[in-house]
Structures are given as C-alpha cells and as structure tokens.
C-alpha cells in the first residue's frame, strides 16, 4: 500500500473476521474511509457496543439482550417442547416456518472430534437440567443433517434417553420443489429410507 | 431473530458494507458477539478513527495519512511519468510489479454516465493542473480494461493530448499463463491487434 497505517490498521482488523481474506478487507476498508462519516461511526459503535449488551439466556443459551430471553419469558410458548439448535441465528430459521410453539435450546456448537470439540464443551449440562425437571415431553434435535450434527444427535439421544423424554430429529430429505433428477446420492437415499406411508 | 436488539442493530450496519447481505451480516455479527473482547474492540475502533487520519494527497489524491503522500515526497520517483489509476488500492498492485518508478494520479473513479458519473465527478482538474506546469512528459492511464475504464482513458487522451504530453495506456492481452483456449473473444482479439513484433 502506498502510505496508509490507519488503512493497513483497518485492513488486518477486517482480516480476522471470519470469511474474509486480503482483498475483502481492502475494499472494505477503502469503502469505509471513502464512506459518509456516519456510515462508518454508526458501524463502529454498534461492533464495540453489541458485545457488551448480549449475554446468554440462562434458560436455553440464546444471545440475548434480556435474560430469560424473549422466547423463554414467553408464557404462550410451550415448554415441553424443547428444539435444540447449534447457534442462535438457527432459532430465526425455525420461527420463520410457524411450524413451532415450543422453546428452544442453543448449544453453541456440535461436537466435532477433529477439532477437539467434545460434548463437555457444548451447553448440554443445562439441556440435562431442563429435562430432569420433568417439564419437558419432546426434544427436537434440529442440528444440520452433517455428520456432527448427526453425532450430536445421537450423543442428545444418549443422554436423554434414560429420562424418559422422546428424543426426536427433524427431517431429512428432498427439498420442497426441489429435482429428484439433481437430488444427490445421500439426500435421495434418506428421503427413500425415511419415506412416510400417503 | 429471537431477542436481540443489540444484535440486529449490528446487523443492520454491517450490511450497509458492499457485497454484505444480511446473511453474511447475521454470521458476522454472531462471530463479533461471541469472539474475544479485545477483538471487537480493536475492530471496531479502526472503524472509528481511520476516516478521520487518513485524507487525500494535494497532489496525485492518494488517501493517505500524511500529505503529500510517500510516494510524491520520495525524491527519488520520477515525477515525469504519472500513472494514472481509478482508486488508492490500483497503486499497490502497480507497485507489486516493481515496473514502475514514478508518480501516481488517483482519480476516485471511472467515468459511468450511466450512473450520472461524469469528467467533473473525477480528479481530473488537478491532472491537467499537473501537467500543465510542464514537469510531466508521459501519462500512462491504468484504469482496468472495461467499457468504463476505455473511455475515461479516451477522455484523458483528449484532455491531456493539447498539452503535448505523451499519454499512453497499458496493455490488454492474455493473461501471462493463459490458455489461447479459455481465452475470452473480446480479450483474444485484442492480443490479436496488439501483436508485437518478435
């Protein structure tokens, strides 16, 4: 760069957000210099003023401004039904198909062995502690259809098998209007296995 | 989202950055909440300050932090060649050739009618200002080979050519190990015309 250190200051901050390489965080940079001055202010209060208003639900781990969160103090939630998803912004995808009136509950995390990611590091003690209390009828495990999320899933079943609650998956198969010529291998395989009776 | 005003707030900032949608905001905002403290902070800081440290160079219009810029202060560059780019980030890669030793102009732009981007929108006045003061023997137009990008170069040529000052352009061709066989029509054609004798 010809003479910049705010810039090249700007750049190596914007390296180390996730996805982004060199050249994003250049442009993004130049972007922000070049940008209307509150453009650039606003963008940079809500990055140093977020992390510190967010904290996690003591219910069910969602990153929230309140805690309970807004779903868990929700008394026309139903807290028998627990889903349980890896990381917060699933809880969006899930309300955005109004197909459940239950809590949830974010794991922050699947376990993946290769990365030195184990169960203990996940927030299933306090799935354990919902459970036991005897409240809860179903838990939805509703991680990714990966191979985490399927050990995930079946370590959820092991621990909560033993107390009594129905442990249940969501789902896997062909996608709504989606091709079964372009389907791949696994996908149409567990759609053909996990086929319901019409 | 389930419960963060917090959170939306930074999402929605993160996507007023180009090619940022709300996605890719939602994942880094979630990244930022939940990274290390000093992080978020450093980040959010750079965003804060770099505008107002970093200005344009009163010569060539380089942002930089000091003015004029390293470049047009280091005696040892030929202010007789001035190489002329579309933005600040074009000088690095110019530099990264080491085929270059003189002076830069920025123009903060390309000329897009279509957009309602005319000559007087560009740092153009302070590049007939330069020239005309006679140090300058030789304007090479780097702007990318592009609609826009040739006809700010044709612009230039007509600004500059009553000056008496050479203006020339830099090469349009395949790329050094292309393949003659993905080459496109257009870039193909243009090596083609652009022969050089052996």
Known sequence: MADADAITELVNQLTRLPGVGEKTA???AFFLVEAPPDLSRALGEAILSAPG?????????????????RICANP???????????????IAAVER???FGGVYHVLHGLIRPLD???????????????????VVREVIVATNPSVEGEATAMYIRG?????GVRV?????GLPVGGEL????????????AARVVL
């Open 26 to 28: 250049t442009r993004l």
């Open 53 to 69: 208003r967010i904290r996690r639900c003591r219910d069910c781990g969602t990153l929230t401004e309140r805690d309970p969160c």
């Open 76 to 90: 026309s939630r139903d807290g028998g039904t627990v889903c349980v998803v890896e990381a917060t912004p699933d």
């Open 97 to 99: 198909t109004a197909e």
């Open 116 to 134: 030195g990611v184990g169960p203990d590091d996940l927030n299933l003690a306090s799935l354990l502690r919902r459970v036991s209390s005897g």
């Open 159 to 163: 621990l909560l098998g033993p107390q």
């Open 168 to 172: 249940s998956r969501i789902a896997s």
């Open 181 to 192: 010529e372009y389907a791949d291998r696994a996908t149409l395989g567990r759609a053909i």
